[in-house]
T-cell receptor, first 115, second 105 residues
Framework: DVKVTQSSRYLVKRTGEKVFLECVQDMDHENMFWYRQDPGLGLRLIYFSYDVKMKEKGDIPEGYSVSREKKERFSLILESASTNQTSMYLC??????????????FGPGTRLLVL | GIQVEQSPPDLILQEGANSTLRCNFSDSVNNLQWFHQNPWGQLINLFYIPSGTKQNGRLSATTVATERYSLLYISSSQTTDSGVYFCAAGNQFYFGTGTSLTVIP
């Protein structure tokens, strides 16, 4: 079974703190994604990566950065957390079988509260 | 990016009823997926269906790529089908805002 794990299910941080969200997949997938999910807005793509050290901006990258030093691990970084970054964060991975990509597999999500 | 619209936004069904969920997308796509998000927030892939029809038990999906829509059919619904159903389209997997389904006994 494909497994995508996220470092925390729940996280509470203070405004201005630097926050790291970690995602690990065990299926040797090339693609990895970070989304945030807010009520009524569905899932919005923050960043994705199609290879080690490669990253592409999604729809809402402002206030976030990412790191992919190893194929299995994709980190989302909030440089200075703000209250409007309170959200559910979801990580996903997929193969890159040429074009198009194959199906995505999601982690359980991290509920982040910024006070 | 690609615009993805889902309808209806909310649906309440009696157990045993059938339903059809719709996903419209604004541009030609090579990727189309349907997901179910359970009450604990876990997203489970139901179908990867860029075109054609697929069936898995009580669920089936049809994508008509030339007309830019996809349909998810749920037959003989059960309470465990409750949750939010999302479709996602395009190489960057743009998501719709989902259909919230509640199945009552």
């Amino acid at each position: 079974d494909v497994k995508v794990t996220q470092s925390s299910r729940y996280l509470v941080k203070r405004t201005g703190e630097k926050v790291f969200l970690e995602c690990v997949q065990d299926m040797d997938h090339e693609n990895m994604f970070w989304y945030r999910q807010d009520p009524g807005l569905g899932l919005r793509l923050i960043y994705f990566s199609y290879d080690v050290k490669m990253k592409e901006k999604g729809d809402i990258p402002e206030g976030y950065s990412v790191s992919r030093e190893k194929k299995e691990r994709f980190s989302l970084i909030l440089e200075s957390a703000s209250t409007n970054q309170t959200s559910m964060y979801l990580c996903a991975s997929s193969f890159l079988a040429g074009e198009p990509q194959e199906t995505q597999y999601f982690g359980p999500g991290t509920r982040l509260l910024v006070l | 990016g690609i615009q993805v619209e889902q309808s209806p936004p909310d649906l309440i069904l009696q157990e045993g009823a059938n339903s059809t969920l719709r996903c419209n997308f604004s541009d030609s796509v090579n990727n189309l997926q349907w997901f179910h998000q359970n009450p604990w927030g876990q997203l489970i892939n139901l179908f990867y269906i860029p075109s054609g029809t697929k069936q898995n038990g009580r669920l089936s999906a049809t994508t008509v790529a030339t007309e830019r829509y996809s349909l998810l059919y749920i037959s003989s619904s059960q309470t465990t089908d409750s949750g939010v159903y999302f479709c996602a389209a395009g190489n960057q997997f743009y998501f719709g805002t989902g259909t919230s389904l509640t199945v009552i006994p």
